[in-house]
């Protein structure tokens, strides 16, 4: 049997470090929405660690950020393997591309419920 050998410990760790800031660059590089998500995520960050009042209130209004941020990538992932498997149109590859857009809407459906419940709360 050819088993490919995998590097265990530190070495994967490094590894998988490596792929992930790769990944973070390609993300950079070649997709706009992540561009302007992450400019997003500069104003968002900082003030939501403002405006918290608690720790708890903190992490709600920051962590729909960060989700955004993933869901974008996987979206972007999802769209490049599908443009890798043929640029014909295909109803299955429309619908793939058509759900990722709709888990990036409802992230940011998600990120704007959260900000205004929270401050909602602050101003009653």
Request: proline share 2%; no cysteine.
């Amino acid at each position: 049997m050819n088993e490919r050998l995998k590097p265990a410990g530190f070495t994967r760790i490094l590894r998988a470090f490596a792929y992930s800031a790769q990944g973070l660059a390609h993300a950079w590089r070649e997709e706009a929405a992540f561009r302007q998500e992450t400019a997003l995520a500069m104003l968002v960050i900082p003030l939501g660690l403002y405006l918290g009042r608690t720790g708890v209130e903190r992490a709600l209004l920051v962590s729909p950020m960060l989700l955004l941020l993933i869901v974008e990538i996987l979206n972007s992932a999802l769209e490049a393997v599908v443009d890798r498997s043929g640029m014909e149109h295909h109803r299955l590859a429309g619908m793939a591309k058509d759900m990722g857009s709709a888990a990036v809407l409802l992230s940011l459906l998600l990120l704007s419920t959260v900000w205004f419940l929270v401050l909602f709360d602050h101003f009653r």
